[in-house]
Nanobody, 121 residues
Framework: QVQLVESGGGLVQAGGSLRLSCAAS????????MGWYRQAPGTQRELVAR???????NYADSVKGRFTIFRNNTKNTMFLQMNSLKPEDTAVYYC???????????????WGQGTQVTVSS
């Protein structure tokens, strides 16, 4: 089994910063891509940022220049540094990882439980 646990969400004023963390644990052999997604009430879950094991990143246009994704492959952790936050960034943020477990050869997608980010105006 593989578990993803997010932390770091909270309430912040517009223009402020937060750092989200995601820790992967369990029967992990390797992790390919990791990413952050978010979902606001009444909307579909959307990609915020993604990073593959080689360090290549991509971002949603709405967060480019404000958010930075990075990871520690040794510790199976991933982070999202969010600066210049806007009220429209308010959402539940989910960690996602494409993981090969020690039990086989296939990669599967796993999700964390989500962490709430609220940006007040």
């Amino acid at each position: 089994q593989v578990q993803l646990v997010e932390s770091g969400g909270g309430l912040v004023q517009a223009g402020g910063s937060l750092r989200l963390s995601c820790a992967a644990s369990g029967s992990i052999f390797s992790i390919n891509a990791m990413g952050w997604y978010r979902q606001a009430p009444g909307t579909q879950r959307e990609l915020v940022a993604r990073i593959i094991s080689g360090g290549i990143t991509n971002y949603a246009d709405s967060v480019k220049g404000r958010f930075t994704i990075f990871r520690n492959n040794t510790k199976n952790t991933m982070f999202l540094q969010m600066n210049s936050l806007k009220p429209e960034d308010t959402a539940v943020y989910y960690c996602n990882a494409n993981v090969r477990s020690t039990m086989g050869y296939a990669f599967y997608n796993y999700w964390g439980q989500g962490t709430q980010v609220t940006v007040s105006s």
